[in-house]
């Protein structure tokens, strides 16, 4: 197969206005990846599989990950006039890398036994309801695995053609696999009637601390 | 359903896209999980027409885990262990994914014989699993219990040799990264050569039985035909791939481990239906004892661990890489990504089995309730691995 910067420059002139970037994988496995642009990622993925050189008809792994926001800490010497005197500070600055959801896809070629070529999608942030184009249409291989990532990630793929939870119950909110999880004191709690009498139970006792005076002292 | 409410629904159309045989009804039938034909806790919702399936919904996560969530919360090397309960049939090809797939990520080298090993217990896994998985399809096929019994009698004699090598039958945790945890006891060689000696009298005795049987090709021939295309589009790995004429083999393609130095072929189906399916693993059978003989001829003397690995406090560099096996389902792949830290930042598995399935409906289509059984067993699954 090529190097990947050749194909980057491949697609950019086979598909006019779509944006990658190539994301070095500093580790010895040298598994370099390409990021897409959701509005045309698609029409790459189409690209990438049908294209004579490559033929990448395989999808073999779709997995989710989840990239916290995070505050990285470097010093930086500065310049400064101090006292009249130039001097050189050292300074700690606080780079802000704001958080997103990824979608991670290794393509393959059946056809001319090559790969893999790493490709990714991001959404703009980690909030619920987060987009990305769905690759199913373009590998059927991805379908139960997009659908494992909507579930335990949270990401909804648009053009999927049947996006449920997969492998958590229906009734589930939350997204397990995002790295703020916090699970649930029980997990089998289902409502029943006997909660709403509880919850009646308990507006026939008077709050605390108005019993023993402490909502006043801590009112002076 | 009494006579005269049949003639009242005669009248109401099929549903958009089905075409009626019948009366156009559709009656919703809940297959599993507690069905002893689907492989453990697996359901199926199914919509028959009389005995035509016309819808089929796979329904997933009874034995969910969260196996990829506990294995970012442990180290490296804790995820070892539990990658036996994945496909708790195959432990041994599991435990070279994930040790392949860390090896990728630190640039770790493997001694010679540690690869030998692996090759070997590989292989032996494979006869494992594609005995009683035969043993399993024809036990689904109405074949009860006898065939089953005699595959489960050479799977013995293989989870006999584990134990004595690992101490465990079925959930080894027997390879580490860079190398294996423990070389060969005593007279474990002797042993093993007579398994692999005495497994074509088995393999024999069992082809008698099944190829020529009357029942057997009424119920697998022409059933869950799978076209390649739609086996390469769907990342359908392993036997089913290539029950549909597509020669992918990763020992073939990827090369890893020592495979290149082995002569084996890869048998190749042509109708890509159950019974092709089914050959597919007797033939594959055929090839593996080829290479379990060549292996155990070849194997070197030497070191079983890299010593420069540092195993327990094993932190790998920052980076990320996918590392894949065939296993006996297909391809098992592992994508680790490393942070530097004692724990990976991300650990998923790609399991085969799941990824199999996704062409299940379009499998049964047009086929009796009774083919589900087999095109399901036919496709090989193993719970474990497919909910994690």
């Known amino acids: ?220 | 359903m009494s006579l005269s409410t049949r003639a009242q629904h005669s009248a109401v159309e099929a549903p958009p896209g089905m075409p009626s045989r019948l009366d156009g009804e559709l009656l919703e039938v809940s297959m599993g999980p507690q069905h002893p034909s689907t492989h453990g806790v697996f359901r199926m919702n199914v919509a028959l027409e009389g005995e035509v399936v016309r819808r089929l919904k796979p329904v997933f996560g009874y034995l969910h885990r969260n196996h990829e969530k506990i294995g970012e919360n442990t180290s490296y090397l804790g995820s070892m262990p539990y990658t036996d309960r994945l496909d708790y049939i195959c432990s041994m090809s599991n435990n070279w994914g994930y040790a392949l797939s860390v090896e990728k990520l630190a640039g770790i080298e493997v001694p010679e014989r540690a690869e030998y090993l692996r090759v070997i217990l590989a292989e032996l896994t494979r006869l494992v699993n594609h005995a009683s998985l035969l043993g399993f399809l024809l036990s689904d096929m109405g074949a009860w219990g006898t065939p089953l019994m005699y595959a489960f009698r050479e799977r013995e004699n293989i989870l006999d040799l584990f134990e004595s090598l690992s101490g465990s039958r079925m959930m080894c945790d027997y390879m580490r990264f860079g190398g294996c945890r423990c070389d060969l006891p005593p007279g474990w060689m002797e042993r093993a050569r007579k398994v692999v000696d005495g497994f074509p009298h088995f393999l024999d005795e069992f082809e008698q039985l099944i190829t020529g049987n009357e029942i057997l090709i009424a119920r697998t021939q022409e059933v869950g035909k799978l076209s390649a295309e739609l086996a390469i589009s769907a990342g359908i790995t392993g036997p089913g791939l290539r029950a549909s004429g597509v020669n992918y083999d990763l020992r073939k393609v990827d090369g890893y481990g020592f495979y290149p130095r082995f002569k084996f072929r890869v048998p190749l189906g042509e109708h890509g239906d159950c019974y092709d399916r089914l050959m597919m693993r007797v033939l594959e059978l055929r090839e593996t004892l080829g290479i379990l003989r060549q292996a155990m001829d070849d194997l070197p003397a030497g070191p079983i661990m890299n010593p420069k690995v540092k195993i327990r406090a094993f932190k790998p560099p920052v980076g990320e890489a996918y590392g894949r096996i065939e296993a006996p389902k297909g391809e098992l792949g592992f994508y680790l990504i490393s942070d530097g830290s004692g724990n990976p930042y991300r650990y998923r598995v790609r399991p085969p089995s799941l990824i199999n399935l996704t062409v299940l409906e379009d499998m049964c289509l047009g086929h009796t309730v009774a083919d589900v059984m087999v095109i399901l067993g036919s496709i090989d699954i193993v719970m474990g691995e497919v909910d994690r």
């Open chain 1, 1 to 220: 197969m090529e190097a990947l910067d050749e194909i980057k420059v491949r697609i950019e002139a086979a598909i006019p206005g779509a944006r990658l970037e190539i994301i070095p994988n500093p580790g010895p496995a040298n598994q370099s990846s390409l990021l897409l642009d959701h509005a045309h990622a698609s029409t790459v993925a189409r690209f990438l599989r049908d294209d004579p050189a490559l033929r990448l008809d395989y999808c073999s792994n779709v997995t989710g990950v989840d990239w916290l926001e995070r505050t990285v800490k470097k010093k930086v010497k500065v310049k400064k006039v101090v006292e009249g005197e130039e001097k050189e500070l050292e300074e700690t600055r606080e780079e802000i890398f704001s958080g997103y959801l990824e979608a991670v896809y290794h393509l393959y070629s059946m056809a001319h036994k090559h790969g893999p070529l790493v490709v990714r999608l991001r959404t703009r942030d980690r909030a619920e309801g987060a987009h990305l184009p769905s690759l199913t249409p373009v590998w059927r291989s991805a379908e139960f695995q997009e659908r494992e990532i909507y579930d335990l990630y949270g990401i909804h793929f648009d053009g999927h053609p049947d996006l449920r939870r997969i492998l958590m119950w229906d009734e589930f909110t939350d997204h397990p696999m995002r790295k703020d999880y916090r699970e649930p004191d029980d997990y089998e709690y289902e409502p029943t009637p006997h909660d709403d009498v509880l919850e009646k139970a308990k507006q026939h006792y008077v709050p605390r601390p108005a019993q023993d005076g402490t909502a006043n002292i801590a009112a002076q």
